[in-house]
């Protein structure tokens, strides 16, 4: 369906994937990972035809469509229109499926009525099928009835669906670009990061909803349980080349580790007839006698550090951290009273009483708009609530890391600039 053909790509600097080629087919379900940096993003744009490859080709079959849903809004959602309204944007699409699956019919009863088959009824049964499934799959002729399934299975109330996109925050305008996605029709869906913006509900559903999906499925995730149920291979994109592997991210953790381990013996081994080779030379390489076999072992030794220079055992990829100390806090250092919050005439929290003490690790559940946020600001500082006492303990210092994070950074600055910003005094080592 795709594939890309020693495709190359770079970016200032360093060269990300050279001579990449891959094979996507009908169905497929394949987590896409690698190290930060490794270029699945840039991969993922190539595949959607948003960016040319530097040298390599890009195919597709003819007619085949494809859905990207980017980390971050890239396109804005036209502001007026209704969640429901933006999600259907892509209906043309369905409703060309199914002319295309009509035509298809209807060319399959003329070659049956004819009797002929030259191999072209096969081929035209296999299309004919996938371009019905999709169809019908995407609600058919009944497609705002499917669409109100879609995002209410991501989070939209009946209510919500009917409101303009321009009430909505970035996280929920996320999910309607992805309701849009997934009810555009296409063959093949490239999503990179999709649990970002999904609560437990919504992301079980989306689960669910990829598993049963007749489209072909490429997506980047740190969900390694995410990826588990969903995909049925593994494409790890790691020093410019891509390896796939069938199964999901527990079989390709099993196979990395045996690999890795099978490459660090094989090293091993090289290097011992490296060493060995390298005391021949030494010894006998002055000697008449001897000079023939030392020009000989000579190259053979040149050859094993070609072979040695080949072999990828892999880095784990780790980080050191040094957390400066915090200042003393009281005991209790945030204490919420009474505390309630509404928005309009929505109450989110009523009567909110809650003691965090020093080295507590709470995980805050709540269905959406149960008001998460909402408390995770109130204890932060950062909101006051419309009634009730918030006490934080003497020279308390509370971090926030914000749901949406880009929206609270500013876009102009350097990552050292903004570090800076959020540590006032401190400089880098």
Not at 227 to 240: I, K, N, S
């Amino acid at each position: 369906m795709f594939s890309l053909i020693d495709v190359e790509r770079s970016v200032p600097g360093r060269t990300l994937f050279s001579g990449l080629r891959w094979t996507i087919h009908p169905g497929q379900r394949i987590g896409l990972v690698g190290p930060n940096g490794s270029g699945k993003t840039t991969l993922l744009r190539v595949l959607a035809g948003l960016d040319e490859p530097d040298r390599g080709q890009v195919r597709r079959s003819r007619g085949a469509r494809v859905a990207w849903l980017p980390q971050e809004v890239e396109a804005e959602l036209p502001a007026d229109a209704t969640i429901l309204e933006a999600a259907l944007a892509g209906a043309d699409d369905i409703r060309a499926i199914g002319r295309e699956a009509d035509a298809l019919a209807h060319r399959l009863a003329e070659l049956s009525a004819r009797g002929e088959d030259d191999g072209r009824l096969a081929e035209l049964t296999r299309r004919y099928g996938e371009r019905r499934a999709l169809f019908e799959w995407f609600g058919g002729d009944a497609l705002e009835a499917r669409a109100r399934v879609v995002l209410g299975g991501l989070g939209f109330s009946p209510a919500e669906v009917e409101r303009p996109v321009r009430t909505f925050s970035g996280g929920w305008r996320m999910r309607a670009l992805m309701a849009r996605l997934l009810l555009s029709g296409a063959d093949l869906l490239l999503l990179d990061e999709p649990t970002n913006h999904l609560d437990l509900a919504a992301l079980a559903w989306l689960e669910d909803h990829l598993v049963r999906s007749p489209a072909a499925l490429i997506v980047v995730s740190h969900d390694r349980v995410f990826l588990d149920r969903v995909v049925t291979a593994v494409a790890d994109l790691e020093q410019g080349r891509l390896t796939v592997t069938p199964g999901g991210y527990d079989a390709w953790l099993a196979r990395r580790a045996a690999d890795r381990e099978e490459a660090r013996r094989r090293a091993r081994r090289l290097e011992g007839e490296a060493h060995r080779l390298e005391r021949f030379v030494r010894r006998f390489g002055a000697k008449a006698t001897k000079a023939r076999q030392a020009q000989d072992r000579k190259r053979r030794l040149e050859r094993l550090e070609r072979e040695r220079a080949a072999i990828t055992v892999g880095r784990e990829h780790e980080v050191s951290l040094a957390w400066p100390d915090p200042p003393p806090a009281g005991d209790p250092m945030i204490e919420l009273e009474g505390v309630g919050k509404a928005w309009g005439g929505h109450v989110v929290l009523r009567d909110v009483d809650l003691r965090l003490r020093p080295g507590a690790r709470i995980a805050l559940l709540g269905a959406n708009g149960a008001g998460k946020t909402t408390l995770l600001r109130l204890l932060a500082g950062t909101l006051l609530p419309d009634r009730g006492l918030r006490r934080a303990a003497p020279g308390l210092r509370v971090g926030v890391f914000a749901q949406h994070q880009l929206e609270v950074m500013d876009g102009r600055r350097s990552v050292i600039a903004e570090c800076e910003r959020a540590a006032p005094g401190r400089t880098p080592e």
